[in-house]
């Protein structure tokens, strides 16, 4: 799915600001007439979390609508007319002027319609109903019923919880809901560019770009990649894929970031009447033995897991937020991240290529589990957030890892192994270039680390076990990661290891929740995997201090493992950090 852009051919308004929204707690607006106009709204910011806009409602997860008014730009009545939405987190229902557009579930991927035949030139009325509602069968899952310890009932609801926390969810981070990335509205010429894949490839000093380009009603295009003293273009059947050689190629990597322009044009009787263009990144990512390859060389990485979160916006795009993270990246000296645990901005992503992060890119299922009951839907929703990422993140030259899931629950299952055996088979097939893992807490169990290209692990000793005993968490993480190697002698990454750590408390000796035990902690498992020849990285949990549910093991509602908090303020170990990792 190719962002919105403007330029000769192409239009985008952007429709976020101030929206009108109404709660609706008893369910009663579609039935109540409210997709044809909502009374007695009030304001709300779009894009952003509802959850801290309103203190009344802060805990409220269930329907919620919005609406806004617009009106068509003048020319644009022979185009095709697309609405997009970059995130709904839950569930959207979209209505225009009281014509039912359609749904999408899932937060944190992008969906669009097309709405050629239902906008008008005058007062479009646009409603959205949004159900941030937590349920066994979505995914993340939430409210999750627990079986009796005979295991013959699985109707026994858990009572606050698989963390112990509220809202009920199986993950560890607060379920913000709303619309949380921009509502764009464009044009586009009727027949126009679809889609644009681009492959890399490097054969000694010269890059290969490869480009698939998708059209509707185009029996030629023109192709042209400009940069770094390149400008090569050919034209094409436009059903065709296109070989643009690169000779001397300036590669794509952390420490050169560079970009090359290309520009894709549909042409009719020699005119063009579609433009479409982007950035594209000459590299190379592969496995081989233990190593991780970009361009060919051994990488090891180093960064954060990290949240979208933020006070008053909750998961909400804030473009201010995205420049500063990265200055902070840049600042300590890591070179790469995670999305955890769902899709980012592709405004995030965007920067990535830009500045040369490398980035774990992350499906939203987080917090899975592989009973029967719902299993089937919970694997095809599975399916379809494979689909989309890839389809959305498949030409970013920051992106070099896909990763299924984060943390499943009883993984051990024989029904585990079967789902992410057919999410990895499809995941390859739509992206035969990228490795592809699964990020696991259970280690030498996870059967399904056997056909995953890289071995994701997260590990909490001296802190959930071993609590304050950071010798013997060392040791023993020392020995399970041999164990884990042994097992599958694979490319090992940890992706999480962290301490909460209450900002301005200090102990001396280090103890747990003070700034010397988290900056202590963190020194010694990077000495220890700095130490592992397989170990290709590690990614502390967490860069930021986040929202979560309230639990007695949550202070204020918060995780407190960020060696930054939540208003990006630094903590001792940030400080350490970028003394181990060299920061500017």
């Given at each position: 799915m190719l962002y919105p852009q403007s330029n000769?051919?192409?239009?985008?308004?952007?429709l976020s600001g101030l929206w009108d929204f109404r709660f609706d707690p008893e369910d009663q607006g579609t039935g109540g007439g409210w997709p044809e106009g909502l009374i007695d709204a009030r304001p709300i910011a779009v894009p952003a979390s509802w959850n801290d806009q309103f203190a009344d409602w802060r805990d409220y997860l269930g329907p919620a609508w919005y609406q806004t008014r617009f009106a068509l730009p003048w020319g644009w009545d022979q185009r095709s007319v697309t609405l997009r939405f970059g995130s709904v987190n839950y569930l959207a229902q979209v209505w225009l002027n009281g014509v039912r557009l359609g749904e999408h579930e899932g937060g944190h991927l992008p969906f669009a319609f097309d709405v050629t035949e239902h906008v008008q030139r005058e007062d479009n009325l646009l409603v959205v109903r949004v159900d941030g509602?937590?349920?066994?069968?979505?995914?993340?899952?939430?409210?999750?019923?627990?079986?009796?310890?005979?295991?013959?009932?699985?109707?026994?609801?858990?009572?606050?919880?698989?963390?112990?926390?509220?809202?009920?969810?199986?993950?560890?981070?607060?379920?913000f809901c709303g619309i949380h990335r921009p509502v764009l509205l464009t044009a586009t010429?009727?027949?126009g560019i679809d889609d644009l894949t681009i492959v890399t490839e490097i054969d000694g000093s010269t890059g290969l770009v490869r480009v698939r380009l998708e059209a509707g009603e185009a029996t030629a295009a023109r192709l042209t990649l400009r940069g770094h003293?390149?400008?090569?273009?050919?034209?094409?059947?436009?059903?065709?894929?296109?070989?643009?050689?690169?000779?001397?190629?300036?590669?794509?990597?952390?420490?050169?970031?560079?970009?090359?322009?290309?520009?894709?044009?549909?042409?009719?009787?020699?005119?063009?009447?579609?433009?479409?263009?982007?950035?594209?990144g000459i590299r190379t990512v592969a496995v081989d033995g233990d190593a991780l390859l970009l361009n060919g060389q051994p990488i090891t990485l180093t960064g954060?897991?990290?949240?979208?979160?933020?006070?008053?916006?909750?998961?909400?795009?804030?473009?201010?937020?995205?420049?500063?993270?990265?200055?902070?990246?840049?600042?300590?000296?890591?070179?790469?991240?995670?999305?955890?645990h769902y899709p980012y901005s592709e405004q995030m992503m965007d920067l990535a290529d830009r500045?040369?992060?490398?980035?774990?890119?992350?499906?939203?299922?987080?917090?899975?589990?592989?009973?029967?009951?719902?299993?089937?839907?919970?694997?095809?929703?599975?399916?379809?957030?494979?689909?989309?990422?890839?389809?959305?993140?498949?030409?970013?030259?920051?992106?070099?890892?896909?990763?299924?899931?984060?943390?499943?629950?009883?993984?051990?299952?024989?029904?585990?192994?079967e789902v992410f055996h057919e999410l990895y088979s499809l995941a390859k097939s739509l992206d035969p270039t990228r490795p592809v893992t699964i990020v696991s807490y259970v280690g030498v169990a996870e059967e399904?680390?056997?056909?995953?290209?890289?071995?994701?692990?997260?590990?909490?000793?001296?802190?959930?076990?071993?609590?304050?005993?950071?010798?013997?968490?060392?040791?023993?993480?020392?020995?399970?990661?041999?164990?884990?190697?042994?097992?599958?002698?694979?490319?090992?990454?940890?992706?999480?290891?962290?301490?909460?750590?209450?900002?301005?408390?200090?102990?001396?000796?280090?103890?747990?929740?003070?700034?010397?035990?988290?900056?202590?902690?963190?020194?010694?498992?990077?000495?220890?995997?700095?130490?592992?020849?397989?170990?290709?990285?590690?990614?502390?949990?967490?860069?930021?201090?986040?929202?979560?549910?309230?639990?007695?093991?949550?202070?204020?509602?918060?995780?407190?493992?960020?060696?930054?908090?939540?208003?990006?303020?630094?903590?001792?170990?940030?400080?350490?950090?970028?003394?181990?990792?060299?920061?500017?």
């Open positions: 000769s051919f192409r239009q985008t308004i952007d509602t937590l349920a066994p069968d979505r995914v993340p899952p939430g409210d999750i019923p627990l079986p009796s310890t005979d295991g013959d009932d699985e109707n026994v609801p858990f009572p606050s919880g698989p963390f112990g926390a509220f809202p009920d969810t199986s993950f560890d981070f607060f379920p010429p009727q027949g003293g390149t400008d090569v273009s050919t034209e094409i059947d436009s059903t065709q894929e296109a070989v643009l050689t690169v000779a001397d190629a300036a590669l794509w990597s952390p420490d050169a970031p560079n970009l090359y322009d290309l520009t894709a044009e549909l042409l009719q009787d020699g005119q063009v009447y579609d433009r479409y263009s982007l950035p594209v954060f897991g990290r949240h979208e979160d933020f006070p008053i916006t909750g998961r909400g795009l804030v473009p201010a937020v995205i420049v500063k993270d990265y200055a902070l990246l840049k600042w300590v000296g890591a070179n790469s991240f995670r999305t955890s500045l040369g992060f490398l980035v774990i890119d992350e499906t939203p299922a987080a917090g899975l589990y592989f009973r029967q009951d719902g299993l089937e839907r919970r694997t095809e929703l599975c399916r379809q957030y494979t689909r989309e990422l890839i389809d959305r993140d498949k030409n970013h030259p920051s992106v070099i890892l896909w990763n299924l899931a984060n943390e499943p629950d009883d993984s051990t299952r024989p029904a585990a192994k399904s680390l056997e056909f995953c290209d890289v071995v994701c692990l997260n590990r909490y000793r001296g802190w959930y076990t071993q609590m304050g005993q950071l010798d013997k968490a060392c040791a023993l993480l020392s020995s399970e990661l041999d164990q884990v190697h042994e097992k599958f002698p694979k490319p090992l990454l940890l992706t999480e290891f962290g301490a909460d750590t209450v900002p301005g408390h200090h102990a001396q000796p280090p103890e747990m929740f003070s700034e010397e035990y988290q900056a202590e902690m963190l020194t010694r498992y990077v000495e220890l995997l700095n130490s592992k020849p397989f170990v290709v990285g590690h990614h502390v949990w967490n860069m930021c201090d986040f929202k979560t549910g309230q639990a007695v093991h949550r202070f204020g509602g918060m995780n407190l493992k960020g060696v930054f908090t939540r208003d990006r303020r630094p903590k001792l170990a940030a400080h350490r950090l970028r003394e181990l990792w060299g920061g500017e």
